[in-house]
């Protein structure tokens, strides 16, 4: 995407609570904090960001490069507040979309978080507020830890190959207008804006990224999703090769939105997505590499070219299905 074309879509100016800089460890609880300790260790630094819309570009977006797509899937669920409908209905749908999407041989849905602000309040079971600070799920430690804490039996064989964490975002009810989602284009990430923070269970401590401020970083959001709408976000990504291996994402507080707009009420799913050895080398979507290359030969274009062709049928393939 040129400068021109990024600079030329509509937008919104907001704050995103990023990490304050600081040199040790930070350190939040992701429940109530023990009595007199504070729930971080390492202050948030409000930042004013341009939050671009990313419906004019949905063809030249992809997980590979920006780290986030948009995608379109029904479904059949018909309350994500029922733990286990969801469970039973949802984790399967959204299992064979991820295998149609990225190509992916093996899926394997370990979590899931229903957002809803006032039901958090009113202490809700499983029902957490949006999350309002600049982050990502995993890191390069934690990523590979969730592998071996989901499937142990497979872990070692499936960690020798390529393997992927993508959250799966999706409205529960539409359109939304208050805390939307806002998604960072993973090239605009330097390594010194990510910091490796520890976040603490009652029953465990797991590892994620929190990044501090950078005027470089290119925002995007999807207004107004529908529950129709289906946005897929690269947490994590064990193949190294210039690809998009996570990226940040936040709620934020859209000035555009009104009123009166109704909370925002929102599910992700987390899922390891695994592929075949044959496609370590290839880009989410493709055949074998080789195949991908030798394809390219015969049409006389660049092989990143036939990829971005072949990722843009597919994700158009969701968008605009009308069933």
Same mark, same amino acid.
């Given at each position: 995407?040129?400068?021109?074309?990024?600079?030329?879509?509509?937008h919104? &100016?907001?704050?995103?609570?990023?990490?304050?800089?600081?040199? &040790?460890?930070?350190?939040?609880?992701?429940?109530?904090? *023990?009595?007199?300790?504070?729930?971080?260790?390492? #202050?948030?630094? $409000? !930042?004013?960001?341009?939050? #671009?819309?990313?419906? *004019?570009?949905?063809?030249?977006?992809?997980?590979?490069?920006?780290?986030?797509?948009l995608? =379109?899937?029904?479904?059949?669920?018909?309350?994500?507040?029922?733990?286990?409908e969801?469970r039973?209905?949802?984790?399967?749908?959204?299992?064979?979309?991820?295998?149609?999407?990225?190509?992916?041989?093996?899926?394997?849905?370990f979590?899931?978080?229903?957002?809803?602000? $006032?039901?958090?309040?009113?202490?809700? !079971?499983?029902?957490r507020?949006p999350?309002?600070?600049? !982050?990502n799920?995993?890191?390069?430690?934690?990523? *590979? =830890?969730?592998?071996?804490?989901?499937?142990?039996?497979?872990? @070692?064989?499936?960690?020798?190959?390529?393997?992927?964490?993508?959250n799966?975002w =999706?409205?529960?009810? +539409?359109?939304?207008?208050?805390s939307?989602?806002?998604?960072?284009?993973?090239?605009?990430?330097?390594?010194?804006?990510?910091?490796?923070?520890?976040?603490?269970? $009652?029953?465990?401590?797991?590892?994620?990224? #929190?990044? %501090?401020y950078?005027?470089?970083?290119?925002?995007?959001?999807? *207004?107004?999703?529908?529950?129709?709408?289906?946005?897929?976000?690269?947490?994590y990504?064990?193949?190294?090769? +210039?690809?998009?291996?996570?990226?940040? !994402?936040?709620?934020? &507080?859209d000035?555009?939105?009104p009123? &009166?707009?109704? $909370?925002?009420?929102?599910?992700?799913? #987390?899922?390891l997505?695994?592929?075949?050895?044959?496609?370590?080398?290839? @880009?989410? +979507?493709?055949?074998t590499?080789?195949? %991908?290359?030798?394809?390219?030969a015969?049409? +006389?274009?660049p092989?990143? %070219?036939?990829?971005?062709?072949?990722?843009?049928?597919?994700?158009?393939?969701?968008?605009?299905?009308t069933?």
């Amino acid at each position: 995407m040129d400068s021109n074309t990024m600079q030329g879509l509509p937008h919104v &100016e907001a704050t995103l609570n990023y990490l304050a800089e600081g040199t &040790e460890r930070p350190v939040s609880y992701a429940y109530t904090s *023990p009595s007199g300790t504070p729930p971080t260790t390492r #202050r948030n630094s $409000p !930042h004013p960001v341009t939050i #671009r819309n990313a419906r *004019p570009i949905l063809s030249q977006l992809s997980l590979d490069q920006q780290g986030f797509v948009l995608t =379109r899937q029904d479904s059949k669920v018909t309350n994500f507040y029922d733990e286990k409908e969801v469970r039973e209905v949802y984790y399967p749908e959204v299992e064979r979309l991820l295998k149609e999407v990225t190509g992916a041989v093996k899926v394997v849905i370990f979590d899931h978080v229903v957002r809803c602000a $006032p039901k958090a309040r009113q202490g809700a !079971h499983g029902v957490r507020e949006p999350a309002r600070i600049v !982050h990502n799920d995993y890191s390069f430690k934690s990523a *590979p =830890r969730r592998v071996r804490d989901h499937v142990p039996a497979e872990a @070692e064989e499936l960690l020798k190959h390529r393997f992927a964490e993508i959250n799966v975002w =999706r409205a529960i009810r +539409g359109p939304i207008q208050e805390s939307p989602l806002a998604l960072c284009d993973a090239r605009s990430i330097a390594p010194q804006d990510v910091v490796t923070s520890d976040l603490v269970y $009652p029953d465990r401590v797991g590892e994620v990224y #929190r990044f %501090t401020y950078n005027p470089a970083h290119c925002w995007y959001y999807f *207004p107004h999703l529908e529950p129709s709408e289906v946005v897929l976000l690269k947490c994590y990504d064990s193949q190294d090769d +210039g690809r998009a291996r996570f990226t940040a !994402h936040t709620a934020f &507080e859209d000035p555009t939105s009104p009123p &009166e707009a109704a $909370p925002r009420e929102s599910i992700e799913v #987390r899922a390891l997505v695994f592929f075949a050895p044959e496609n370590k080398d290839a @880009e989410p +979507g493709t055949t074998t590499a080789s195949g %991908t290359t030798a394809r390219a030969a015969k049409l +006389g274009m660049p092989r990143s %070219t036939l990829d971005s062709k072949i990722r843009s049928l597919k994700i158009n393939k969701h968008c605009f299905k009308t069933d």
